[in-house]
């Protein structure tokens, strides 16, 4: 099963993912995980995306692809992924697909997660102050947030056009959001 979580900063993706990540046994590949790891690794890569991650803005996409493609083909030979963060935009998501249908790693199902944009902001803030992310400034999640509805959102649209999208309301408890999501892909589950 290979499912993508697309939803604005703070919408619950990354627990989603490991909450589905944990049930059915897939790899969870959260993309801002892995470009905060080549960050702090002090990578090249790292070194090129760090001024995108700090400002809020989206890392390139052909880095991005790079880092990503060969996690998403390993989850695939072992059973399927679970993709947060990825991709960001139509243009990443055309791109990504060329190259998942080569490899035989299209996804399944496409969750967005739409949250409220005042419980979007209280959970970052919340996230800070426990995580404590220099990523997750107010100032850099408003830009965040923008950077979601400029470029991200258009993905709703897209997904929706293949028939591979389902809409949870995220604004819900973690538990009632993950219902919600195997209610979605259940025709999915063996």
Same mark, same amino acid.
């Given at each position: 099963?290979?499912?993508?979580?697309?939803?604005?900063?703070?919408?619950?993706?990354?627990?989603?993912?490991?909450?589905? $990540?944990?049930?059915?046994?897939? %790899? =969870? *590949?959260?993309?801002?995980?892995?470009?905060?790891?080549?960050?702090?690794?002090?990578?090249?890569?790292?070194? $090129?995306?760090?001024?995108?991650?700090?400002?809020?803005?989206?890392?390139?996409?052909?880095?991005?692809?790079?880092?990503?493609?060969p996690a998403v083909g390993t989850a695939v030979d072992?059973?399927?992924?679970?993709?947060?963060?990825?991709?960001?935009?139509?243009?990443?998501?055309?791109?990504?697909?060329?190259?998942?249908?080569?490899?035989?790693?299209?996804?399944?199902?496409?969750?967005?997660?739409?949250?409220? &944009?005042?419980?979007?902001?209280?959970? *970052?803030?919340?996230?800070?102050?426990?995580?404590?992310? $220099?990523?997750?400034?107010? %100032?850099?999640? =408003?830009?965040?947030?923008?950077?979601?509805?400029? %470029?991200?959102?258009?993905?709703?649209?897209?997904?929706?056009?293949?028939?591979?999208? =389902?809409?949870?309301?995220?604004?819900? $408890?973690?538990?009632?959001?993950?219902? &919600?999501?195997?209610?979605?892909?259940? =025709?999915?589950?063996?």
């Amino acid at each position: 099963m290979n499912v993508l979580l697309i939803g604005p900063p703070g919408s619950g993706k990354g627990t989603q993912g490991e909450l589905l $990540s944990n049930r059915f046994q897939l %790899a =969870h *590949i959260a993309a801002g995980d892995l470009l905060r790891a080549e960050v702090e690794a002090e990578t090249p890569i790292g070194k $090129s995306v760090k001024e995108y991650l700090d400002r809020g803005e989206l890392v390139p996409d052909e880095v991005i692809i790079e880092l990503l493609m060969p996690a998403v083909g390993t989850a695939v030979d072992n059973g399927g992924y679970v993709l947060d963060g990825f991709p960001r935009s139509v243009g990443q998501a055309q791109v990504a697909r060329g190259l998942a249908e080569r490899a035989g790693a299209t996804p399944d199902a496409v969750i967005y997660l739409e949250a409220s &944009r005042d419980e979007l902001v209280r959970r *970052i803030l919340g996230r800070a102050k426990v995580e404590g992310r $220099s990523d997750d400034t107010e %100032a850099v999640i =408003h830009n965040r947030l923008q950077v979601f509805d400029e %470029a991200t959102h258009p993905l709703v649209d897209y997904y929706r056009g293949r028939g591979l999208l =389902h809409v949870i309301d995220a604004n819900q $408890s973690e538990n009632v959001v993950a219902d &919600r999501i195997l209610a979605a892909i259940a =025709h999915l589950i063996p």
